[in-house]
């Protein structure tokens, strides 16, 4: 039985394992790979409900909110997720409203995310710990607006790390 999966591929091997391997947990799609698109990954994230964490390259240019907003409503034990550039907030805010035990959500490569959507996420994911940010991302104000938020400047990788206590 297949739990985990890392690698590139494309909407044809998607479709293989939404067929075949229902009880994936985890995948990694990383690099650039134009024959992903939102196709292969909404059928996967509707057959495989169980995954936990999903991490997808922010060069798969042709995933977008439509994978994002299909994984937030199938994947409801979701607890570690990385966005692809060309997912917004009506991702993140799917991901508010479905997936309650995030622990860990990298934007950092997201090019479109506000502090509206942001704040969402903290308020409804309790165990969220820790959310990664294009350090162009001005979160000050909501920071400190929110007891349980402090952020982090990682300078050398030009990011901002948003952590959560409980």
């Known amino acids: 039985m297949l739990s985990s999966l890392r690698c590139a591929v494309c909407c044809r091997s998607m479709y293989a394992l939404a067929a075949n391997c229902p009880d994936l947990t985890a995948i990694t799609l990383g690099g650039y790979n134009e024959h992903v698109t939102d196709g292969g990954l909404?059928?996967?994230f509707e057959a495989c409900k169980q995954l936990a964490m999903v991490r997808l390259s922010s060069k798969l240019l042709k995933v977008t909110d439509?994978?994002?907003v299909t994984l937030?409503?199938?994947?409801l034990?979701?607890?570690?997720v990385k966005l692809t550039k060309a997912m917004t907030d009506a991702t993140i805010k799917q991901l508010a409203v479905s997936c309650r035990q995030l622990q860990?959500?990298?934007l950092h490569r997201c090019c479109s995310v506000s502090c509206q959507a942001l704040e969402e996420l903290?308020?409804?994911?309790?165990?969220?710990?820790t959310i990664v940010l294009p350090q162009q991302t001005e979160v000050e104000g909501m920071v400190q607006q929110m007891p349980r938020c402090s952020l982090c400047m990682v300078e050398e990788q030009q990011l901002q790390v948003l952590a959560l206590q409980h």
Do not use: F, M
């Open 42 to 44: 909404t059928v996967l």
């Open 122 to 129: 903290v308020q409804r994911c309790q165990s969220l710990v």
């Open 77 to 80: 034990s979701l607890t570690h």
């Open 72 to 75: 937030a409503k199938n994947c």
């Open 66 to 68: 439509t994978s994002g």
């Open 104 to 106: 860990e959500v990298d």
